[in-house]
C-alpha cells in the first residue's frame, strides 16, 4: 500500500506531462491569409508545392471537411473564383473567403484607407479570429501579399497592422513580392515604401521575392525551347521554394511544430527585431526513380545541384553601382536538400565552404550556416535543393524602389492620388525616412 501511494501520483504526472506534449505538438498550427491578386496566386502555388511533396494532408487541421486553413482576401473577385473552382480534394473552405467587386486602382492608400477597406479588413479579422479558435494552439501566422499594388499593399499593410494587434504573441511572417524594377505600376515604388513601414513595424519575419529575380532563377528552372517565363512559372517557383524550405518529412507525424516551425526559422537566419528582411530560393533536378518534364539539370547530382543554386544566388547580389571593394555579406544561411539521395557530411562541407567564398558568409556568426536533409522514396517527382539566405543584398530591390520614389516626392509627383484617401505627403515622407533606416540597417546607405 505504501508502495502504491508513494509511486501513483509520480505515474499519474508522467501521463499527464505526457499527454499535455503530445496535445501541444499535434495541435499548433499555422493560419495562411492570401490578399489580393498575387498573394493568393502565390499562396495556391505554395498548396501546389505541399501537395506535390505529399504533405497536404499536414496542412488541413483547422478547417472543416480537409481544407487548408487558408483566407481567401481579395478586392475583386476573378481570382478568387477561379480557386474556388471544384477539385478532386477542395482546397479552400468557402466560408473563409472575403472579397469585394471593386479594385483598389494600385494605390496603397485606396487599399489601406478606402471606403470599404475598413469594412473589409474588419472582416478579414473576424474570419481569421474564428479560424483561430479552432486550434487549441495557433503558433503562425503567414501572410501573402504583393508589395506593388492596391490591395496587395495597401489592404495587406492594414491586415498585418491588425494581425499584431489581435495575436500579439504569435509568430507573424509577410511573405512579399515586389514588382519588377522597369515597373508594372507607376504608384508602385510609393506603395513599396509605405507597405515597408508596417512591415517594419508589426512583422516579426518578412520573406522577399522580388520579380526580377525570381523571374531569372525560374528561366533556369525550364527546359530549353520552353518559350519565356509566364506569371505561373514565377508563382510556381515561389510556392515551390517556399515548401522546399519550410515543409518536413512526410514519414514524421503530423506536426505543425515540425512542419512550420517559423521561429526556428528565424532563430536559423539571425533574425532581430531590426534585421528580419530573407530571401528563399530553390534549384531542382529529376530525381533517379522519376522524370520531371520541365526541370533543369535533370539527373545532375545533390552536391552539384546545390553549388549550381549558390553560384545563381551570388549573381543576383552583385550591384555594380557599389564600390569595388564592397562585398555583400550573408550573416545567415540554411540550406536543405529534399528527395531520394541526401547530401552526406562530406558534401555538405564542400556546399558550405561554396557558400563561404560566393556569399561571403559572416564570420562574426558561429552559427552561420544551417544543413538539414529530407530523404524521402517514391513520393517526390524532383530532387530539391532550397537556400534561405539572410544577406544584405535582400535590400537591394527596396533601394531601388527608395531611391525611385524619393525622386518622385522630390517633384511631388503623384501624392494627389494618395491625399483622397487620407494619405498626405507627410505619411509618404514618413515612410520613405522609415526605408532609410531599414537600408542603414543592412549597411547599404
Known amino acids: 500500500g505504501w508502495l502504491f501511494s508513494s509511486t501513483f501520483p509520480l505515474l499519474f504526472l508522467s501521463f499527464l506531462l505526457f499527454f499535455t506534449h503530445k496535445i501541444t505538438t499535434h495541435s499548433m498550427s499555422a493560419i495562411f491569409v492570401c490578399v489580393g491578386q498575387c498573394g493568393n496566386s502565390i499562396g495556391d502555388a505554395f498548396f501546389d508545392a505541399v501537395e506535390q511533396l505529399g504533405l497536404a494532408a499536414h496542412f488541413s487541421l483547422a478547417s472543416d471537411g480537409g481544407t487548408t486553413p487558408t483566407i481567401l482576401v481579395d478586392s475583386e473577385t476573378k481570382v478568387v473564383r477561379r480557386l474556388l473552382q471544384p477539385r478532386r480534394q477542395p482546397r479552400y473552405n468557402p466560408q473563409l473567403v472575403v472579397h469585394e467587386k471593386r479594385g483598389r486602382g494600385s494605390n496603397w492608400a485606396f487599399g489601406y484607407h478606402g471606403d470599404k477597406a475598413c469594412t473589409l479588413l474588419h472582416t478579414v479579422l473576424e474570419v481569421v479570429h474564428k479560424e483561430a479558435e479552432r486550434l487549441s494552439q495557433l503558433s503562425s501566422l503567414v501572410v501573402f501579399h504583393s508589395l506593388g499594388g492596391g490591395t496587395g499593399a495597401g489592404l495587406g499593410s492594414a491586415v498585418v497592422e491588425g494581425l499584431r494587434d489581435l495575436f500579439p504573441l504569435c509568430m507573424l511572417a509577410s511573405v512579399v513580392v515586389l514588382p519588377f524594377q522597369s515597373g508594372e505600376a507607376p504608384l508602385q515604388h510609393y506603395n513599396c515604401?509605405?507597405?515597408?513601414?508596417?512591415l517594419q513595424q508589426c512583422a516579426d519575419l518578412v520573406v522577399c521575392f522580388a520579380n526580377d529575380w525570381v523571374c531569372h532563377l525560374a528561366g533556369k528552372t525550364r527546359s530549353a525551347g520552353a518559350g519565356s517565363v509566364t506569371w505561373k512559372d514565377i508563382n510556381s517557383y515561389i510556392g515551390q521554394s517556399l515548401?522546399?524550405?519550410?515543409?518536413?518529412?512526410?514519414?514524421?507525424?503530423?506536426?505543425?511544430?515540425?512542419?512550420?516551425d517559423l521561429w526556428q526559422w528565424a532563430t536559423d537566419l539571425a533574425v532581430t527585431s531590426s534585421q528580419k528582411y530573407l530571401d528563399c530560393f530553390h534549384a531542382a533536378s529529376a530525381s533517379p526513380t522519376a522524370t520531371a518534364s520541365g526541370s533543369s539539370g535533370s539527373?545532375?547530382?545533390?552536391?552539384?545541384?546545390?553549388?549550381?543554386?549558390?553560384?545563381r544566388i551570388a549573381r543576383l547580389g552583385h550591384d555594380p553601382s557599389m564600390p569595388?571593394?564592397?562585398?555583400?555579406?550573408?550573416?545567415?544561411?540554411?540550406?536543405?536538400?529534399?528527395?531520394?539521395?541526401?547530401?552526406?557530411?562530406?558534401d555538405w562541407v564542400v556546399v558550405r565552404e561554396k557558400a563561404n567564398k560566393?556569399?561571403?558568409l559572416a564570420e562574426w556568426n558561429p552559427d552561420v550556416w544551417t544543413s538539414h536533409n529530407v530523404t524521402v522514396k517514391h513520393q517526390i517527382p524532383k530532387q530539391l535543393f532550397s537556400l534561405s539566405t539572410h544577406r544584405t543584398s535582400v535590400m537591394l530591390p527596396f533601394v531601388h524602389a527608395l531611391d525611385r520614389a524619393q525622386q518622385m516626392f522630390d517633384a511631388r509627383a503623384y501624392l494627389h492620388w494618395?491625399?483622397?484617401?487620407?494619405?498626405?505627403?507627410?505619411?509618404v515622407e514618413l515612410a520613405l525616412e522609415t526605408a532609410r533606416q531599414v537600408v542603414r540597417e543592412y549597411g547599404l546607405e
Open 243 to 260: 515548401a522546399a524550405a519550410l515543409c518536413p518529412n512526410p514519414t514524421e507525424p503530423r506536426s505543425f511544430v515540425a512542419e512550420l
Open 358 to 360: 560566393a556569399l561571403h
Open 324 to 346: 569595388s571593394e564592397f562585398r555583400h555579406e550573408c550573416m545567415a544561411a540554411r540550406g536543405v536538400m529534399r528527395g531520394e539521395q541526401a547530401l552526406s557530411a562530406k
Open 299 to 311: 539527373g545532375t547530382a545533390p552536391s552539384a545541384l546545390a553549388s549550381q543554386l549558390v553560384t
Open 418 to 427: 494618395y491625399a483622397r484617401f487620407g494619405c498626405c505627403a507627410a505619411d
Open 193 to 198: 515604401m509605405l507597405s515597408l513601414q508596417v
